[in-house]
T-cell receptor
Framework: DTAVSQTPKYLVTQMGNDKSIKCEQNLGHDTMYWYKQDSKKFLKIMFSYNNKELIINETVPNRFSPKSPDKAHLNLHINSLELGDSAVYFC?????????????????FGSGTRLTVV | AQKVTQAQTEISVVEKEDVTLDCVYETRDTTYYLFWYKQPPSGELVFLIRRNSFDEQNEISGRYSWNFQKSTSSFNFTITASQVVDSAVYFCALSEWNFNKFYFGSGTKLNVKP
């Protein structure tokens, strides 16, 4: 079974359209994330949700709106797509620990969604 | 502020050579995690290793080994007897204790030629 699954894997759309990328994790993790990887391969966090609550929003345009109906799902909706939004978007999940605990917490990425805006 | 530096943008080696990928990090936290991920041409991010800041013991897994040195804030990755299938972009990353912030280096592209 896939631990973190994203759909679709590829998405080609025209400028100005609205699109969504879905993410689901079956690991029982508390926290989910969206990352963007640009054409130079640089990976940067966009959002982080913990138990359906937003905890990180890294200066992402408000055209991007994450939605977490439950802690196993974090979807990314993008309005009015622009050429610069073309990138690979990765979903990830993790289990949060407490300071000093030495546990093998996981941090797992989905396989990515390649978004191309034309 | 946290930061991860992978100074080697691209490395090319011939199959069976050993290669070391460098990673230097900055953090003020006492509890943190370090990671290495592999991104093959197919694009997925493959987890290789996670190391917490309290464990400086080096690790070996098959042809892969990792050297964690807090004194120099480095977490280097060595591939012994490289193979063509090792060709990929390798990312070093640093996270806070609770994974709320996760910082990637810029990646090192490894080309292994037959």
């Amino acid at each position: 079974d896939t631990a973190v699954s994203q759909t679709p894997k590829y998405l080609v759309t025209q400028m100005g359209n609205d699109k969504s990328i879905k993410c689901e994790q079956n690991l029982g993790h508390d926290t989910m994330y969206w990352y963007k990887q640009d054409s130079k391969k640089f990976l940067k966090i966009m959002f982080s949700y913990n138990n359906k609550e937003l905890i990180i929003n890294e200066t992402v345009p408000n055209r991007f709106s994450p939605k977490s109906p439950d802690k196993a799902h974090l979807n990314l909706h993008i309005n009015s797509l622009e050429l610069g939004d073309s990138a690979v978007y990765f979903c990830a999940s993790s289990q949060v620990g407490t300071p000093g605990e030495i546990h093998n917490y996981g941090y797992t990425f989905g396989s990515g969604t390649r978004l191309t805006v034309v | 502020a946290q930061k991860v530096t992978q100074a080697q943008t691209e490395i090319s080696v011939v199959e069976k050579e050993d290669v070391t990928l460098d990673c230097v990090y900055e953090t003020r936290d006492t509890t943190y995690y370090l990671f290495w991920y592999k991104q093959p041409p197919s694009g997925e991010l493959v987890f290789l290793i996670r190391r917490n800041s309290f464990d400086e013991q080096n690790e070996i897994s098959g042809r892969y080994s990792w050297n964690f040195q807090k004194s120099t804030s480095s977490f280097n990755f060595t591939i012994t007897a490289s193979q063509v299938v090792d060709s990929a972009v390798y990312f070093c990353a640093l996270s806070e204790w609770n994974f709320n912030k996760f910082y990637f280096g810029s990646g090192t592209k490894l080309n292994v030629k037959p």
